[in-house]
């Protein structure tokens, strides 16, 4: 079993007020830690994503193991749920990680590493979805976001594999700004759990063979969304005449 239910259902960590949330995530953050994550060494990574239906009533969150180095899909798994938090930047974790963790659930292979699409230190409380969830599963995890949610970066060289560090305004490097496409923009790396940002560098790069984005986030995006598309349909046609 991936999670721990003791742990992850214990008393106080699902507030359902932001102020309560954010409450916690201070509390929480200096549990974070940080280890080498020896990239070449991982074998499966697990990439999470959630998608929303329009009106936002419901999501679905997905789940996707990849194998590595050829990085085909060894198992998925997806949990769909209305929202039991409000849309509050920065707090996320709250209202995507019940039905993240759901998914992750159904996994019957132990992923070596995480992969979130969103960010783990760089945030505002340092203390972003990618920490939440490995502090709960105590397993590594790491962020890769689209556009920085704190701080600032460089605009890092041109070529694959070129970084430039994300600063937070306290001056404190929070992650990196990362170019997996030579050319293309770039994406947003932060350490969530049991990893290092090297580490995190690393296995990002072995993830983007040929999009900007890894492949664990491609595959769990897509899932979710077609997984969201079939619940719609379905409805349509419980509904219709």
Excluded: N
Excluded at 52 to 79: F, M, Q
Excluded at 111 to 124: E, K, M, Q, R, T
Excluded at 127 to 155: M, N, Q, Y
Excluded at 210 to 225: C, G, K, M, N, Q
Aim: overall charge negative; proline content about 10%; charged content about 25%.
């Amino acid at each position: 079993m991936i999670a721990d239910p003791d742990r992850i259902s214990r008393p106080g960590l699902w507030p359902s007020d932001p102020d309560e949330a954010r409450a916690l995530q201070e509390r929480l953050a200096p549990e974070v830690r940080t280890e080498p994550l020896d990239a070449g060494a991982v074998r499966l990574a697990a990439g999470l994503d959630v998608s929303y239906a329009p009106d936002e009533d419901r999501l679905v969150a997905a789940a996707v193991v990849l194998s590595l180095p050829g990085l085909e899909v060894v198992e998925a798994a997806t949990a769909d749920a209305a929202p039991a938090f409000p849309y509050v930047p920065g707090l996320f974790a709250f209202r995507e990680l019940p039905p993240l963790l759901e998914a992750i659930g159904r996994l019957s292979v132990e992923p070596d590493v995480f992969v979130c699409d969103g960010f783990g230190l760089a945030h505002p409380r340092r203390f972003g979805l990618a920490c939440h969830l490995g502090w709960l599963l105590d397993r590594p995890t790491i962020g890769v976001g689209k556009s920085p949610f704190v701080g600032r970066s460089d605009e890092p060289g041109a070529e694959r594999g070129a970084r430039a560090p994300l600063v937070a305004d306290d001056g404190a490097e929070v992650g990196c700004a990362l170019r997996t496409r030579a050319g293309v923009r770039p994406v947003y790396v932060s350490v969530g759990h049991r990893a290092d940002l090297e580490g995190a560098v690393d296995l990002v790069l072995r993830l983007t063979p040929r999009y900007r984005l890894p492949e664990t986030v491609r595959a769990a995006d897509h899932l979710s969304r077609e997984r969201l598309k079939g619940l719609s349909a379905a409805e349509g046609r419980a509904v219709g005449p």
